[in-house]
Nanobody, 127 residues
Framework: QVQLVESGGGLVQVGGSLRLSCAASGRTASSYAMAWFRQAPGKEREFVAAISQSGASTCYADSVKGRFTISRDNAKNMVYLQMNSLKPEDTAVYYC????????????????????WGQGTQVTVSS
């Protein structure tokens, strides 16, 4: 397990951008695939994006593909989610998550996938 702390959330207008950050503890960040999930009030937590241990591979939900970019810096134990062209439906609490298995297909990224979760950071897109 790793400890995860998200930051970078806030209020942004439709069409704007935000970059979320996730700080991971430990010296073995490269052992973990990382992912972002989000949860709107009254909605199920849903998968957003994942990145492989090396950062060479990424996977995105259809709803964000082409707008969001997940990246990582293993030397700094950091994972990022760059969010562009934001829409009101992107409003949610965003959670960083980690596990030892990376998958290239969104089907596998249920909430049960993650072995570790961050506390979440609120993103609000105003219309």
């Amino acid at each position: 397990q790793v400890q995860l702390v998200e930051s970078g959330g806030g209020l942004v207008q439709v069409g704007g951008s935000l970059r979320l950050s996730c700080a991971a503890s430990g010296r073995t960040a490269s052992s973990y695939a990382m992912a972002w999930f989000r949860q709107a009030p009254g909605k199920e937590r849903e998968f957003v994006a994942a990145i492989s241990q090396s950062g060479a591979s990424t996977c995105y939900a259809d709803s964000v593909k082409g707008r969001f970019t997940i990246s990582r810096d293993n030397a700094k134990n950091m994972v990022y989610l760059q969010m562009n062209s934001l829409k009101p439906e992107d409003t949610a609490v965003y959670y960083c998550a980690a596990d030892t298995a990376y998958y290239s297909t969104t089907y596998y990224y249920s909430i049960s996938w993650a072995g570790s979760w961050g506390q979440g950071t609120q993103v609000t897109v105003s219309s």
